[in-house]
C-alpha cells in the first residue's frame, strides 16, 4: 500500500497570498488530520476531516480552513499568509473514526513565508 | 503550564545505553501516542497507549492513568535511533491530539 504523499513537498510564498495544500491519505483510510509544526510551538493540531466532514478543530484562526473530498484526498488552505505561518505542515490519515487508531503521517509541506 | 510536559528535552547516550524518556500529561485522555521524527520531518507512529504496556522490539511503552505519566524505553540503543521522540495525549472527549515539545534523543557510536 502507498503511503501517505503530500503535495508541494516545498513552498516559497510571501505575505499576504493564500496557499493551498494537498494530502492524499492511504488508500481505505477515511480520515485525515492536519498538523502545523514551528520550532518555537512544537506539533499543534489544526484539523480533521473525516468522511467530507471537519469534526474538531484547533485554535487557529479562521485564514486556515480545510476540506475534503469524497475520494478522501484533503486540502488544506491558508489565506493572506502571514510570516509566522512559516512551518512544516504535516497531514496524517488513519482507518478508524477517532484518534485511537494508529496515525501515519505523510512527509510533510515546507512552507516558507518571506 | 504545558498540558503535556517531556523530560528530558535533550539526552545524549552511548550506543547500547537503556533510555527511559518521559511524558506527563495533565488532562483526561483517551489514548496517548509515541512519535518517532527523524531529521527531514518524517514521522513515524511507535504506540498508541490507553493502559499497560506495549513492547515492539527494542522498544517499551507503559502508561500509568492514575499518576498521569507515560514512559517510552529503549533498549540496547543504536545510533539509528537517533531522532526527536514525541508524546501526544489524545484528550478525552475531544477528536484532537495534543502534543509535548518533543525530546531530542542523540546516540554517539
Known amino acids: 500500500k502507498a503511503g501517505v504523499t503530500q503535495t508541494p513537498r516545498y513552498l516559497i510564498k510571501t505575505r499576504g497570498q493564500q496557499v493551498t495544500l494537498s494530502c492524499s491519505p492511504i488508500?481505505?483510510?477515511?480520515?485525515v488530520s492536519w498538523y502545523q509544526q514551528t520550532p518555537g510551538q512544537g506539533l499543534q493540531f489544526l484539523f480533521e476531516?473525516?468522511?467530507?466532514?471537519?469534526?474538531n478543530k484547533g485554535n487557529f484562526p479562521g485564514r486556515f480552513s480545510g476540506r475534503q473530498f469524497s475520494n478522501s484526498r484533503s486540502e488544506m488552505n491558508v489565506s493572506t499568509l502571514e510570516l509566522g505561518d512559516s512551518a512544516l505542515y504535516l497531514c496524517?490519515?488513519?482507518?478508524?473514526?477517532?484518534?485511537?487508531?494508529?496515525?501515519?503521517f505523510g512527509p510533510g509541506t515546507r512552507l516558507t513565508v518571506l | 503550564k504545558n498540558e503535556v510536559e517531556q523530560s528530558p528535552q535533550n539526552l545524549t547516550a552511548q550506543e547500547g545505553e537503556f533510555i527511559t524518556i518521559n511524558c506527563s500529561y495533565s488532562?483526561?485522555?483517551?489514548?496517548l501516542h509515541w512519535l518517532q521524527q527523524h531529521p527531514g520531518g518524517g514521522i513515524v507512529s511507535l504506540f498508541m497507549?490507553?493502559?499497560g504496556k506495549k513492547k515492539h522490539g527494542r522498544l517499551i511503552a507503559t502508561i500509568n492513568i492514575q499518576e498521569k505519566h507515560s514512559s517510552l524505553h529503549i533498549t540496547a540503543s543504536h545510533p539509528r535511533d537517533s531522532a526527536v521522540y514525541i508524546c501526544?495525549?489524545?484528550?478525552?472527549?475531544?477528536?484532537?491530539?495534543?502534543f509535548g515539545q518533543g525530546t531530542r534523543l542523540t546516540i554517539n557510536p
Open positions: 488508500s481505505g483510510h477515511r480520515s
Open positions: 496524517a490519515s488513519s482507518s478508524l473514526a477517532v484518534y485511537t487508531d494508529t496515525q501515519y
Open positions: 488532562v483526561g485522555i483517551s489514548a
Open positions: 497507549l490507553s493502559s
Open positions: 501526544a495525549v489524545l484528550i478525552q472527549g475531544a477528536q484532537k491530539l495534543v
Open positions: 476531516y473525516f468522511s467530507e466532514t471537519q469534526r
